[in-house]
């Protein structure tokens, strides 16, 4: 009866949504991090959760990455269920010790005994002003390693969802959630809660050309579509949702449909996922290639303080619908 | 062995020669080769057949007098009786 | 230490095998130029078989029937790539031969093959990805080469309207649209053999196609009195029983490959030079009553009697109107011979198949004036034709090839 019903919603009230129903439904479950707490976080995700929730379960931690990330492994190999809590994607690198040496790894060389089941948040990407100390895009660092889980949070929907099956997960998990998109409203089904976390989807169909993308790119890309088919291409947007174990049956199976692929992200282009994208398209669907696969990437700078730079450093919508058509006809 | 039977036999080799014609369509004046369309080859074979199944040789120089269905059939008749 | 833990993860398993035993490559053979790709429909061997020179291993299906496949290699089949109904290029390894050298019966190559066998870090690709596109230098997608592959179109002949005039799939839809237009619609025919005629038809058409395209052709033609064969032959006949008889086209078939010992640039492929050939292997053309041709070749020919040509017809014309012939007998003609028989047309002038430089052909011997010493008689008279590749041979070469055929079939006894 109330399958049809949506709310109004933002990015960021849908993360906070996932973050009470995970406290509520297991009480494992624990947020840690810099100004979770009191502050209500950074950017406001926990607002008004340590006066519900005290402070054992919404804990305050000093400024160590490194030290705190640290305690969350801990925790979860004792049994409980962490979210780990990093401000943003590049204070994240003072924790890739803990993640990649530990995290990643003790399943492996503890010979399958132990699991470590975390999960690790953190905001990435432009949209505030933030600068090159805060703003970056970093999925593909983690993506590359074997061992972690990597999600990235392109929509409202998965906003709501993917936060409480990654805590299912008996492995490390890392979500990246996009502080661009904070304050976007956009329409979910008022009883949404726990999605996939093994597939990639299909976020409008098309059968001119694929789009795939992910994170920040995915809305952008499917404004681009909209735009592209007033002039009569059908765009197919692909969002990979799972960045590690990359889900390629479904970018793949979407390339053998519209014979021509576009990947759009917003981390630098070199050795990036759609680099990744593109050398498996290539492997593995290259007689249904039309067209070469073209990557549309972030601009390889420092992302830059101004607003109109920060801007042009990412692939905005009008750089996606000038590049499909180029694609389409040359 | 009646005309009528003969004929059966006759169709029946030609339809082996040449599974994709219709022999038993030949009126009996027709040029059994030329209607049928079967070259030089398989008239060969049609004749090997023959011997097989009937025990009639034709030799070469007779070949002229069995042209057509009609004749056929009265070349085979007589060297049968 | 970890890079020591793993070193064998860095070899491949291609590596591996080149590093122990080469391993013989059976690959999808091409049976003819136009052959672009076949089915495999069943494997003759497993893993395990020793194979020698000459076995058929496998029956693989393509546009002109179903083909029994010798190898060329004798081994043991290590591994066999393809399965069955799998359609590949012509070129794709379908099958690993272990050399008869390395030690026969010994599955496990080296010592140090004995540690568990590990997974290869490549990925298992799809067989079709390994081998390399037919159209070398033409710029077009992978797709619309696959999509003009699939359905026998020439790209030489599509316009390309991608980036940089590239082909693509719209361009080489247009391209089969508009010439399936012009094709007549099919003939609702209830054809016996199992490959439909219509891929023959193709087959042809792309063969010939390349042919006009590419050969330039020089034509010569001959009047043969034929009475001396034809008596011989009626004499010879006459001493045999009818399953023996000789038919005339055995004579013309011996003498073309006589006169092709003195002429062996006649008797040659043309791939970027001439190349000769030591055997003369004669591409005789059979044609199937529901429309459409093939040519088996009659291996050897010079060095069979009569009796034994007329066997080898005896044996192909049947098979060939099957379509049921060896991969041998469609790739390795070098010449061809195309005889009209009689009622037919007097002389026939033919379009070579590449890479062959020559054809061949034979009207219908009719009775014709003919004019000899002074007199003037009614002979049976043959004409003779012979289309050379003007590239390998000029006309002075073919006009001796052509006396030299008809002084053959002047001394019919000598045949």
Redesign the interface.
């Known amino acids: 009866m109330a399958d049809n019903k949506t709310i109004k919603i933002t990015y960021r009230e849908a993360l906070k949504q996932a973050i009470r129903e995970a406290l509520l439904g297991d009480e494992r479950v624990f947020l840690m991090g810099e100004d979770v707490g009191r502050y209500g976080g950074a950017f406001a995700v926990s607002k008004g959760l340590l006066q519900e929730f005290g402070p054992d379960r919404i804990m305050d931690v000093p400024l160590s990455e490194s030290g705190f990330t640290g305690a969350g492994i801990g925790a979860a190999l004792a049994g409980m269920r962490p979210i780990v809590e990093v401000m943003t994607v590049n204070f994240s690198l003072l924790a890739m010790d803990q993640i990649v040496n530990n995290a990643a790894t003790l399943l492996h060389m503890s010979g399958g005994q132990l699991n470590v089941p975390v999960v690790i948040r953190m905001g990435c990407g432009i949209g505030r002003q933030l600068a090159a100390q805060h703003s970056h895009s970093w999925e593909p660092l983690y993506a590359h390693i074997p061992g972690l889980i990597v999600l990235s949070v392109g929509t409202h929907e998965d906003a709501r969802g993917m936060l409480l099956s990654a805590l299912k997960s008996p492995d490390p998990v890392v979500i990246f959630e996009y502080t661009y998109m904070l304050n976007m409203e956009a329409e979910i089904p008022a009883g949404a809660g726990a999605v996939d976390i093994s597939k990639a989807k299909v976020r409008r169909e098309g059968k001119d050309i694929s789009i795939i993308t992910y994170g920040a790119g995915v809305y952008k890309s499917l404004e681009a579509a909209t735009e592209l088919a007033a002039s009569g291409i059908e765009a197919e947007v692909v969002d990979l949702r799972v960045l590690r174990p990359l889900d390629e049956t479904t970018f793949l199976a979407s390339v053998g449909k519209t014979?021509r692929a576009l990947v759009v992200e917003e981390a630098w282009r070199s050795v990036g996922l759609a680099a990744e994208v593109s050398a498996r398209i290539t492997?593995?669907a290259?007689?249904?290639?039309?067209?070469?696969v073209q990557r549309l990437c972030g601009v390889e700078v420092p992302i830059p303080y101004p607003k109109h730079l920060e801007d042009a450093s990412v692939p905005q919508r009008g750089d996606i619908v000038r590049a499909v058509k180029k694609?389409i006809k040359? | 062995m009646t005309e009528a039977e003969l004929k059966t036999v006759i169709f029946q080799l030609l339809k082996q020669i040449a599974p994709d014609t219709e022999p038993s369509t030949l009126q009996s004046g027709d040029n059994i080769r030329d209607t049928l369309g079967i070259d030089s080859f398989d008239a060969l074979q049609f004749l090997v057949a023959l011997d097989e199944k009937l025990g009639i040789e034709i030799p070469e120089q007779d070949y002229g007098k069995t042209g057509t269905l009609e004749q056929l059939v009265a070349y085979v008749q007589s060297k049968m009786s | 230490m970890c890079e020591r833990a793993f070193p064998n993860h860095l070899i491949t398993k291609s590596t591996y095998n080149q590093i122990h035993i080469p391993m013989i490559e059976f690959r999808m053979p091409s049976l003819g130029a136009d052959m672009e790709d076949g089915t495999l429909r069943e494997w003759k061997v497993k893993p395990g078989d020793m194979v020698h020179r000459g076995d058929i291993i496998a029956d693989v299906e393509t546009m002109k029937g179903i083909i029994e496949i010798e190898v060329f290699d004798e081994g043991i089949v290590e591994q066999l790539l393809i399965k069955e109904d799998e359609k590949v290029p012509v070129g794709t390894v379908m099958a690993l031969i272990a050399p008869s050298k390395a030690e026969v019966g010994v599955k496990t190559p080296a010592p140090e093959a004995k540690a568990p066998e590990l997974h290869p870090i490549e990925e298992k690709m799809p067989a079709a990805a390994v081998s390399v596109p037919a159209h070398e230098g033409i710029r077009a997608s992978p797709l619309a080469k696959r999509i003009a592959a699939e359905n026998h179109l020439d790209l030489a002949t599509v316009h390309g309207t991608g980036e940089g005039g590239a082909i693509t799939r719209e361009d080489v839809e247009k391209a089969i649209a508009e010439r399936d237009i012009k094709l007549p619609p099919r003939a609702p025919v209830a054809a016996p053999p199992a490959v439909a005629t219509d891929s023959i038809r193709m087959a042809v058409a792309a063969a010939m196609s390349k042919s006009n395209r590419e050969i330039p052709h020089y034509y010569l033609d001959i009047a043969i009195d034929m009475s001396k064969a034809l008596a011989w032959l009626a004499e010879a006949n006459r001493q045999r029983p009818v399953q023996k008889r000789l038919l005339p086209v055995v004579l013309l078939i011996k003498a073309v490959a006589r006169s092709l010992q003195e002429f062996p640039d006649l008797n040659a492929l043309w791939d970027n030079g001439l190349q000769r050939k030591k055997d003369i292997n004669i591409g005789f053309v059979v044609s199937l009553r529901t429309g459409g041709l093939v040519v088996p070749a009659i291996h050897h020919a010079d060095k069979k009697t009569l009796d034994e040509i007329m066997e080898a017809l005896n044996d192909l014309i049947p098979r060939a109107r099957a379509l049921k012939l060896r991969s041998s007998e469609l790739s390795e003609s070098t010449i061809t011979l195309t005889n009209l028989g009689d009622g037919g047309a007097d002389s026939v002038f033919g379009v070579i198949y590449p890479p062959q430089v020559a054809i061949v052909g034979f009207g219908g011997i009719t009775e014709q004036p003919f004019a000899e010493n002074g007199m003037l008689g009614v002979r049976p008279v043959l004409r003779a034709t012979l289309a050379g590749d003007h590239r390998a041979t000029d006309g002075l070469t073919g006009s001796r090839f052509l006396a030299t055929l008809k002084k053959h079939l002047q001394q019919p006894e000598t045949l």
């Open positions: 014979h492997e593995k290259f007689y249904e290639l039309d067209a070469p694609m040359p």
